[in-house]
């Protein structure tokens, strides 16, 4: 259980550091339109490593996929450090997902091997928890290095760490595998699912900033993964093993769990994500600031999830009835999160942000009980890695879909807003430059150069400026504001959603 929780601090943390670092990562290799991307090309590669690792290791055993999704990552890391353009960065990203995928999945799956479902809510729940505890860490840490040394320093810190953590699963943790016999791997299933997932992240990426959304690169490849999903389907239906069993979705408690674990994987990576913006963009601190302010949320979490676990393993498994408790509570929370302005005071944005991670909190254990509960011990390991690939789907394609929408909001606002005094005085290439992306908002340097193009201008300069940072500031709010509302609206889907969930008493045995 140490190993397990050491090797989930160490693949979670590496998210909420990154994300607080982020602002700074596009002012020095620019790719506003690509912010949410950086994220995005890591949760499709490790999505798409959840089920392939969750499948292989109910065939061969969980150490050694362990051990490989951390010897993935730090390398990844190293990667990452020294990138110098954006698309490396995503690339490398993507790279690295591939050992976060492997670890973060593997966790879950472990637990399933060491305790009955009876028993598994307090452990999960713990799991849970040090996901939330290394996300409190994670910001501030971000935050810090980044404003004392560099953002490079938010991937190379992981490298000590992880060389650490591989070297007590090595020598330490058992071989739990199954019976040995010959499997047959199924590599059409992985490579059809591969050309389902990234297609599909790829259009609603490029829709709305590259391309508009009817144009016929977009159409194509949404259509191009609507076929390959198709031929997944067939090949996984006819597949000796196939890495992804059908059959399992017949189970309404597996088919309800995904869908609602889908949506609260649309609004966990939401706030992760854009809750420092907010801060650093709207409100105007630094980037160490704005981790901290990311805090409450992820305590809030904590707290939820070490409680809701609990209950679950002492109060008789009522999943349904403490799942619709957390969506309430958090769909709560995005209310308020949707009513902040630039005057909002950082009192009120932090009581937001707990309320919603509270929510959250309470939701995570639920539905991993309730589908390792619902079926055999043979297929544990790809039914856990399915619900975590739903979670991590429902992230990407949100931040997918409301990051076209907040730079698309962004620049609208910006241009609607903007003064008349002040568009005549600037180069309308430095506002372009600006829209796409806005450094002055959390970039002191930049925002010092604008300043003094402004000064130069004689006694107006300096109001010029202000009015420019002020609808800067608005346009941000008022983009972040509609990402909120998406958010409340996807989670009030979840609510519904849940009703339908089955309950069935939690086993006392594995």
């Given at each position: 259980m140490a190993g397990v929780?050491?090797?989930?601090?160490?693949?979670?943390?590496?998210?909420?550091?990154?994300g607080t670092a982020m602002p700074r990562i596009i002012t020095d290799l620019g790719g506003f339109a690509q912010y949410t991307w950086v994220a995005t090309a890591y949760i499709i590669a490790s999505t798409i490593t959840l089920l392939i690792a969750g499948k292989l290791s109910d065939m061969y055993g969980r150490k050694w996929f362990l051990i490989g999704g951390i010897a993935v990552f730090i390398v990844g890391s190293i990667l990452c450090g020294t990138s110098q353009t954006?698309?490396?960065?995503?690339?490398?990203?993507?790279f690295q997902g591939i050992g976060a995928g492997a670890i973060m999945g593997m966790a879950f799956i472990a637990i399933g091997d060491l305790f009955s479902p009876a028993e598994r809510g307090k452990y999960?729940?713990?799991?849970?928890?040090?996901?939330?505890?290394?996300?409190?860490?994670?910001?501030?840490?971000?935050?810090?290095?980044?404003?004392?040394?560099?953002?490079n320093w938010v991937f190379f810190i992981n490298i000590p760490f992880g060389i650490l953590i591989m070297l007590l699963f090595i020598f330490f943790f058992p071989q739990l595998r199954p019976g040995v016999r010959k499997h047959r791997v199924d590599y059409a299933g992985i490579i059809t699912l591969i050309l389902t997932v990234v297609p599909l992240m790829l259009a609603l990426s490029w829709a709305g900033v590259n391309y508009d959304w009817l144009s016929f690169p977009i159409l194509f490849t949404f259509a191009f993964s609507l076929a390959m999903l198709l031929l997944f389907i067939i090949v996984e239906s006819r597949a000796k093993e196939p890495i992804l069993p059908l059959w399992i979705f017949r189970n309404r408690i597996?088919?309800?769990?995904?869908?609602?674990?889908?949506?609260?994987?649309?609004?966990?990576?939401?706030?992760?994500?854009?809750?420092p913006l907010y801060f650093q963009g709207v409100l105007g601190t630094s980037a160490t600031a704005s981790g901290g302010f990311l805090t409450p949320m992820m305590l809030g979490l904590v707290?939820?999830?070490v409680i809701s676990g609990q209950v679950l393993s002492r109060a008789g498994g009522h999943y349904r009835l403490q799942g619709t408790a957390g969506i309430i509570i958090m769909a709560l929370g995005f209310f308020l999160l949707?009513?902040?302005?630039?005057?909002?005071?950082?009192?009120?944005a932090v009581m937001n942000i707990a309320v919603m991670g509270f929510g959250l909190g309470i939701t995570m254990p639920m539905y991993i009980i309730a589908v390792q509960n619902a079926v055999p011990y043979s297929v544990m390991g790809i039914a856990t890695s399915t619900n975590a690939f739903f979670r991590s789907i429902g992230g990407a394609l949100g931040l997918a879909v409301v990051g076209s929408l907040m730079t698309h909001r962004f620049a609208t606002e910006f241009k609607e807003g903007l003064p008349p005094e002040v568009s005549a005085v600037v180069p309308s290439e430095q506002l372009s430059s600006i829209i796409d992306n806005p450094?002055?908002?959390?970039?002191p340097e930049a925002q010092?150069?604008?300043?003094?193009?402004?000064?130069?201008?004689?006694?107006?300069?300096?109001a010029l400026f202000e009015q420019l940072l002020s609808t800067l500031r608005e346009a941000l709010n008022s983009a972040l504001t509609e990402v909120f509302l998406v958010a409340l609206g996807v989670i009030a889907v979840a609510f519904i959603a849940n009703f339908f969930i089955k309950e069935i008493p939690l086993r006392k045995h594995l």
């Open positions: 929780m050491l090797a989930m601090f160490f693949a979670s943390l590496d998210q909420t550091v990154v954006m698309m490396q960065l995503i690339a490398f990203r993507a999960v729940g713990l799991l849970s928890g040090v996901f939330g505890l290394s996300s409190v860490i994670g910001p501030t840490l971000g935050g810090y290095i980044t404003d004392n040394l560099s953002w597996v088919s309800v769990s995904s869908l609602v674990t889908f949506i609260l994987g649309f609004g966990m990576f939401t706030g992760i994500i854009f809750i707290v939820g999830s949707s009513r902040m302005t630039v005057e909002t005071s950082y009192a009120t450094q002055a908002l959390v970039s010092d150069q604008l300043r003094s193009f402004f000064e130069s201008m004689g006694s107006q300069g300096a």
